[in-house]
């Protein structure tokens, strides 16, 4: 019997797309003529744009890149009014360089590289202008998530993926609190992985398998993991469904996939209570023109629930002065401060006046905090659902 083929070529007829996935190696271009079937069947039965979906081709080598550059030559003769988008991933490294030489040498090829405009807010949350937030934060939720997430099921020696797992400081404290058997740490920014490669190095921790990856497209095998987390990032997203369906596929039949997100709209703080909640709803507001809804959290529980989970929990973090150290709940509002402030406010582009009142009712916020007769929270929601165990069977029988 044959080896089955390291790839796999499907055209999707209502989206006008070829998608490529796998690995892409021919010896001579007879190899693969499979795509290059796929791709003329596809050219022929449409008009306007043909999309080549590259988003998970892991390797193409140069006489696959010859075949398909020919494809797209050819093409160019015999429907000169078909245009060709490519569309590739700056999570496959090598893609961008090679691809970029299309355009140059045919008219009738785009290049788009996929995650650039992933979000709208991208660039203001992947730079290392956040990484003194995220660590912060992390002081203070993990020490009420830890029980949480052993009620929501995860155990020693669990196979764990940490989806959007930013600067890896929650994947360092679930291998110490619960040594699962395997830990993949996956996140979209560099800097982020880097400083997390960094600390994990300074900490002796060389079993964290860290990994520069787009959420939406994992290079994961399908039904892999006992525990998928993904947290404090669906709100960062504008297609949060996205990240979810992939949650889910990685994720064994049985398993479970475990999110968080934030409440932003009920942070709150008396006295000084006005102009605290004005901070946070226009804060929320801002976030909202980049794509992203920082009051998800209670929403959670709809999505887990469409996409067909099973079992499913949620609990709210119900975070305040009063079961939370005050300095470091504090500190946490003051690195928000520098980056609202700052990074978001220029993304954002508001005027200084509306920067200065927003400083003010941070400031507000750190004041209920640490005063005697104050009470301030930060609501966060903990939501998981468990992969139905017929779903991988449904898929099995359709595939075959």
Known sequence: ??????????????DQE??????????????????????????????GVLFINLKRLRYLNFIGFCELARFVRDTGERCPSLR????????????????????????????????RAFYPGQGVIENDALIPVLRTQTNIVWHHERDLLAAHGLKEGMKVADICCGIGDFAVLMRKEFKPARL??????RPFLQYAAQVAKEFGISDIEYVFGDATNLFLEDNDFDFVTSRLSLQVFDQPESILRELMRICRPGGRVYLTNEMMLHNYGYPRHEAVSWAYEQINAMCATLGMDLSYGPKMYSLLTDLGFEDIKIKTIAITNHNTSS???????????DYVTGELSEATQIPDEMVERLRAGLRDHVYTINSRRGYATWPLYVASGRKPSGLSRRRSRKAS
């Open 18 to 47: 070829v998608a490529i996935r796998g690995s892409v190696r021919p010896e001579r271009a007879a190899a693969i003529s499979d795509i290059r079937a796929c791709l003329e069947g596809a050219a022929a039965a449409v008009s």
């Open 184 to 189: 993949v740490a996956l996140d979209h920014s």
């Open 1 to 14: 019997m044959a080896a089955p083929a390291p790839y796999s070529v499907r055209f999707v007829e209502n």
């Open 84 to 115: 060709i988008k490519i569309v590739i991933s700056s999570v496959v490294s090598w893609a961008s360089g090679r691809f970029s030489l299309l355009p140059e040498l045919f008219d009738n090829v785009t290049v788009e590289l996929y995650d």
């Open 327 to 337: 300095e470091d709940f504090a500190r946490v509002i003051e690195s928000w401060e």
